[in-house]
């Protein structure tokens, strides 16, 4: 009994390595972009850090897709990629790539912008279903999503 048991843990590991078996055996992609770990502020001694998902550390294991997106008219001072809530990266240099995943909710934050700013997404890796290269969006001042990020399977 005991080696079948080692067997079928052994089994259900291996599936759990591979992203098409993960969907539906792991709960971890269906928690993907909540915060499930504690904020720490400077008001909590001895903590520097801030609060982050627990699921950031395993992207390693999963195969991201990367895209480009460019500034066209404004600046890209401030203008920052957010993907899932978090900031991800800035378009200052005019030209920004990020590598995204599977579900990942992607929005550009340019709150501390005061003129508008239009910005296209350049070039995305043959594996991107949604967005597609040439969307041309444009935000005044506030959160503008590009939406959620669709791979193929």
Do not use: H
Not at 18 to 24: A, C, L, P, Q, T
């Amino acid at each position: 009994m005991a080696i079948f048991c080692v067997v079928v843990l052994g089994l259900i590991q291996l599936l759990l390595f591979f992203d098409e078996s993960r969907i539906f055996l792991s709960r971890i992609d269906k928690l993907e972009g909540d915060r499930v770990a504690l904020e720490f502020t400077p008001d909590n001694p001895g903590n520097e850090a801030e609060g982050r998902s627990v699921w950031q550390e395993f992207q390693i294991l999963r195969r991201g897709q990367k895209m480009q997106i460019k500034v066209l008219t404004g600046s890209g001072n401030q203008v920052y990629i957010k993907i899932n809530g978090n900031r991800a990266g800035t378009l200052a240099p005019g030209l920004a790539t990020v590598t995204v995943y599977d579900g990942d909710y992607l929005e550009i934050d340019a709150t501390l912008q005061t003129e508008p700013v239009s910005y296209q997404v350049v070039k995305v890796d043959p594996g991107i279903v949604s967005p597609f290269a040439g969307a041309i969006l444009e935000t005044r001042g506030d959160t503008a999503p590009i939406g959620r990020i669709k791979l193929k399977r």
